[in-house]
């Protein structure tokens, strides 16, 4: 799959797998509501992440 997506992308510098990601079972409404706020909020903290390429020093 990786080389299908770079073949797509023309490159390979960049990577595009999240590493350390972990996946969990969704058991209630509360879990699911906690999960959506933070995927709804989470592009506004791109700028100030690690992982961006844009802040590698």
Known sequence: MTRRVNLI???SDL???Q???Y???IR???HLSNIKEYIGNNP???E???EN???SS
């Open 19 to 21: 590493r350390n990601y």
């Open 44 to 46: 506004q903290n791109w």
């Open 28 to 30: 209630d409404e509360t």
């Open 48 to 50: 100030d992440d690690a």
């Open 53 to 55: 390429p844009h802040n």
């Open 23 to 25: 996946e969990s079972i």
């Open 9 to 11: 992308r023309y490159h």
């Open 15 to 17: 990577p595009f797998w």
